[in-house]
């Protein structure tokens, strides 16, 4: 039984036409509590370098849903803004060619952030890293993803 034996091909007929940019909404502008899920360095159509967050929204209405951040390295002023916004995050490096070095650290750290539209462009910008109460920026909590919560038990 899959997708393999055709047990789901009278479905595809049944589906709404897909929308101009996808069937999701945007996420709506706005301050929010997330957790780095996923760092990575990638390149642009035209060949640039950037660092492409993927931040998960951790509570409120927008619970789950996914907010990006993308920081390129084209300029000077650019390089410098995302050099405060990884410095933010709780991560420190002396030069741009050991970045890739310290991905790795980013990913399950909470932050606030806040996104912005003015017209048709979308800027995320990094607010303060969030640590557990209690927990004081930087110390080792033994585990770096989102706390359990009380709807997540199952019992």
Same mark, same amino acid.
């Given at each position: ?9 009278? &479905?595809?007929?049944? =589906? ?5 940019? $996808?069937? %999701? ?12 899920? *996923? ?9 640039? &370098? %950037? ?12 619970? $789950?849903?996914?907010? /990006? @951040?993308?920081?390129? /390295?084209?300029?000077?002023?650019? *390089? *410098? =803004?995302?050099? %405060?916004?990884? #410095? @933010? ?8 060619? #050991? ?10 750290? @909470?932050?606030?952030?806040? #996104? !912005? ?7 995320? =910008? ?15 909590? $033994?585990? !770096? ?9 199952? /019992?």
């Amino acid at each position: 039984m899959g997708i393999h034996d055709g047990e789901f091909d009278n &479905e595809v007929p049944n =589906y709404p036409p897909a929308k101009d940019g $996808g069937n %999701y909404d945007d996420v709506p502008d706005g301050t929010y509590q997330v957790w780095v899920e *996923r760092a990575e360095i990638k390149t642009s159509q035209a060949g640039n &370098e %950037y660092l492409s967050l993927m931040l998960r929204i951790l509570a409120g209405t927008c619970k $789950g849903r996914c907010i /990006f @951040k993308m920081g390129f /390295f084209t300029s000077e002023d650019s *390089r *410098r =803004y995302l050099y %405060y916004d990884i #410095q @933010k995050m709780g991560v420190n490096f002396e030069r741009w060619s #050991q970045l890739r070095a310290y991905l790795e650290d980013m990913i399950g750290v @909470k932050l606030e952030v806040t #996104q !912005k539209t003015k017209d048709e462009f979308t800027n995320v =910008y990094i607010n303060k890293r969030l640590d557990d109460i209690g927990t004081p920026a930087g110390a080792d909590t $033994g585990t !770096k993803l989102p706390p359990i919560e009380d709807e997540d038990i199952l /019992f």
